[in-house]
């Protein structure tokens, strides 16, 4: 099993690269009062930061507005994941608490201001369960976050996708259902997106951030990697 950043996402962002933890066999099902206390403290540092702010304005932010124009992406009407998420912190409508792994990530990608995506690898170990960073093609389909039926992604948008079934569309938009993290979910795919040259400081410390929380706090082993163009794959298997 492995992540896989196609050729072509390179050839149009040739600077991207991704931060990687992938780990098994952990519980999620159990309070963590230090990811919880991680995820106030930060939602309350991000309130401070950006209240009334024009978060699009934000130079951590622009890069990926840049980048979905690039990808044909509307920035305005399919903001990157870390500029909803600011947005709506800067809008006064605060951040819920989920569960301790989608806290966990959202309070690092708020500390980072990057980027990460959390998805269930449940019964994940072959080839066939590959995650591919790529362009979308016929006969793939997305389920959207809290629906049941399906539909087609856009030919050619970025996605996120395992076999013919997409976790994200346009690139780091919106998960799907498929993958989404629960209670019970063991085994955990954070990928984390950024720019070499930009922020890959940032992508290298919100990935160490995640797993040696995942270590300390969960009793797992992650393992964990970079992708960019000189690398564009890494094993999952250990």
């Not at 952990?26 to 930060?42: G, H, I, M, S, T």
Request: aromatic share 8%; with cysteine; glycine share 8%.
């Amino acid at each position: 099993m492995k992540f896989i950043v196609a050729e072509e996402i390179f050839q149009k962002l040739p600077n991207a690269c991704f931060g990687v933890v992938m780990a098994r066999g952990l519980k999620n099902d159990r309070p963590q009062p230090a990811v919880a206390q991680a995820f106030e403290a930060a939602l309350a540092a991000a309130q401070a930061r950006f209240q009334s702010a024009k978060v699009k304005e934000f130079p951590e932010i622009a890069p990926y507005r840049d980048a979905f124009r690039t990808l044909g992406i509307n920035p305005n009407k399919y903001p990157c994941s870390i500029e909803a998420l600011f947005s709506r912190i800067a809008k006064g409508k605060g951040l819920p608490a989920i569960n301790p792994i989608v806290d966990l990530g959202n309070a690092v990608s708020l500390a980072h201001v990057v980027p990460i995506g959390a998805h269930d690898l449940e019964g994940a170990q072959d080839d066939k369960d590959d995650i591919m960073v790529r362009l979308a093609e016929v006969g793939d389909i997305f389920t959207p976050f809290g629906a049941a039926e399906s539909e087609a992604p856009e030919i050619g948008e970025a996605v996120y996708a395992v076999g013919n079934v997409v976790r994200t569309r346009r690139w780091t938009w919106r998960q799907s259902e498929i993958g989404k993290i629960t209670p019970s979910t063991t085994d955990v795919f954070f990928p984390i997106d950024g720019f070499a040259g930009f922020n890959e400081t940032s992508v290298l410390a919100a990935r160490d951030a995640i797993a040696e929380s995942l270590t300390a706090l969960f009793g797992v082993a992650p393992i964990v990697g970079f992708v960019d163009a000189a690398h564009p794959e890494m094993a999952l298997n250990g």
